[in-house]
């Protein structure tokens, strides 16, 4: 039995202040931020571009010590470099770090999205230039704190295409498991469910590497939100909405 | 009976419903609803019926249950047949008196008192209908275990909130955002000596979750001991024996304000006001539904039933032990120290007003309807919805304490649902109050109430 009558108090944690339902005020807030998050990931993915042609280039002007010219990096140059690297075959890995946006969907949950670090770690071969297969997994993890974390993360088998010849953009499709779970040290909750990915990213050669500045959205839908705990399912049909910006190191 | 009632809930409801369900869902929901909206209005002249009081020939020829047709109106009130219009059939096919408003719609006449919400609001409205007042204490009978016990008409309150935001206790819980609809009906008398003795009171409790977790009860719940009530300001107070004799305890308790919690509060010094707020009952329930085979709980739910300004209060040696606020006003007139506030200016003016005509009052009757002691004010605390019933049937038959839960009907049973669900999560999952900002107030209203 319940100790008292009297009406308790609203509750005032942290995390419930985190996860407090988008009134009408806030969600025109968050419409709001849609823009300038949208900015901030094109500049990011133009500034990693940018960085790895200024990187590119500082390195060639320091290996050449013949006292010719320094050899600038032309993006005539770099196109050069990624018409090499798009012949090569055989195997190929990459790790990336990054800023996502996660959120669980259910009929019992929370909704709201929120913004951590995302990290991806790739393996795989390619059987054409044209034609990455591999088995990707990634992690989203934002620690909210009072000793709650949220952590999204999944393994997919991967494919990625470059669709214009000797160009280094391409695009990623996969396929695989997504888990969502919610832990604060004594419960967590989780949900398991078949994912997929889709991403589209461009490669800028340096020092025998890629860089590949990506975005990518990860969805799954049809999990059993589960108390870890109990064992008891909350909802049946949960879904995971993520999406982040990466810089990946490819190695081949 | 033509009342034209055209119902926004429908709307409201079908929206509410359609947004969990997706936005294509809500679409045709709207578009649903708007053509239901028209056609109800259309059809209204054909289809005039108030939904609570369906006077077919069906209900006509149905045996009437204990609880229907007790009540007699006071001077000016709506005849007694305008009253038993409103009327719906029980399970067991007799019938039983139903909500109604406080004023007929159709003559204008007061029926004096008050039901609460109207549950045609309600998003369960469609699954369970009306609340067949007095069903439960009907069963008892049924069951011949050598208990009767039946309540008035007045005290049946029916409250109801539709997609209840559920609070979640813990860090993680807060990933849950559990909504839930809850329509309760509980006989909470606060008029008379009944709720000092009598810990059995009819319960209707209905609720849907979006976790799944979803409970139709009907029974008579046993609030605390018989025979004994607790103070507000805490303490047991003995009163005398119980109706009937052989109540069972229960869980919980009959929190009601006695002299002794009032007279610090209310009476006070010139420049105070007093406070009125301690003439407060809160009803703490605790039910459980329990199977015959193992005792085990199945559900439990432990929602507390508050009641403002009722017009009792427990005072020994009164008449049947019953005090009266608005008394409590004129009392003490002559000392320092005595009620002072908005109320007992409600009182005074009715005095007044009662005097202006010659009579010789110096005490408002309680049950006048200027007095503002009427228990028309009430809110319910949302506790502890719990299901233990994963993979278990959803229809249950209990005996009319929830107890003895089985498959199969038996004399004296109540069908129950209980999903097949459990909403253990590791984390408590409570809901807010409900109805608090509301009053039930209407012309005519007035204690007994």
Known sequence: MPASSTPRPATTRFARQRFAPLTLPRRAVATMWLLPRAVLTVALLIGSVTAAHELQAQSR??????????????PGAIARDARAFAKRVGLWGAVGVGRGSAGLRCAACQSDQTAAFAGTLSIGGRPHPRFHVGIETWAWL??????????????????????????????????????????????????????????????????????????????????????????????????LGLWRSTLSITWF | MTICVIRAPVRAVAMRSARRDGVMTMRFVRH?????????????????????????????AATAAVSFGIWTPGPGECPKAVHDRYSTLGPDGKRYPAWHPPVDPLSGCSFGHEHGRDPRGSALYARVGDPAFGYA????????????????????????????LMRTNGGAGALLEVRCDVLTKLHQGTHSKDAFTNNLHELNYHVRCTDRTE????????????????????????????TPVNSPNGDGRRKIPDWSCLESRLLVGAGSKSDFGALHESWETHTTIRMADGNKSIASFDPYFQVFRPSRYFERGASDNVGRPAALCSAHQHEARRARGNECDAVAQAISVLTSGGAAFTLLPY???????????????????????????????????????RTSPFPGSIRQYVSSTNNDYGVGVNGPTVGGSRSYGGPGVRAPN
Request: with cysteine; net charge negative.
């Open chain 1, 61 to 74: 002007s320091a290996t050449d010590s013949t006292g010719s010219a320094p050899r600038l990096a032309t």
């Open chain 1, 142 to 239: 934002d620690v909210i704190g009072n000793g709650v974390d949220r952590m999204a993360r999944g393994t997919q088998l991967i494919a990625r295409h470059y669709p214009l010849a000797n160009r280094a953009m391409h695009v990623t499709g996969g396929a695989g498991t997504s888990r969502f779970s919610v832990d604060d040290g004594n419960t967590r909750f989780d949900a398991t469910s078949p994912a997929l990915t889709l991403g589209l990213g461009w490669d800028v050669p340096y020092r025998g590497v890629l860089l590949s500045p990506a975005i990518s959205v990860v969805a799954s839908t049809g999990g059993a939100l589960a108390s870890r705990r109990t064992g008891n399912n909350v909802a049946d049909n949960a879904s």
């Open chain 2, 32 to 60: 649903v609803g708007r053509i239901g909206l028209i056609g109800l209005s259309l059809s209204c002249a054909a289809d005039q019926a108030s939904p609570v009081a369906p006077t077919g020939p069906q209900l006509e």
């Open chain 2, 137 to 164: 204490n009907e069963q008892l009978d049924a069951a011949d275990i050598g208990m009767r016990r039946h309540e008035d008409h007045v005290g049946h309150k029916v409250e109801w909130e539709n997609d209840v």
């Open chain 2, 215 to 242: 409970m139709h009860i009907t029974v008579l719940t046993a609030i605390g001991r018989p025979g004994e009530f607790e103070r507000t300001c805490g303490g047991t107070v003995q009163v005398g024996p119980a």
């Open chain 2, 367 to 405: 049950d006048d309807a200027r007095s503002p002691f009427n228990g028309v004010r009430r809110q319910i605390d949302i506790n502890n919805n719990t299901v233990r019933n994963v993979d278990g049937p959803t229809t249950w038959y209990t005996d009319p304490f929830g107890k003895n839960a």
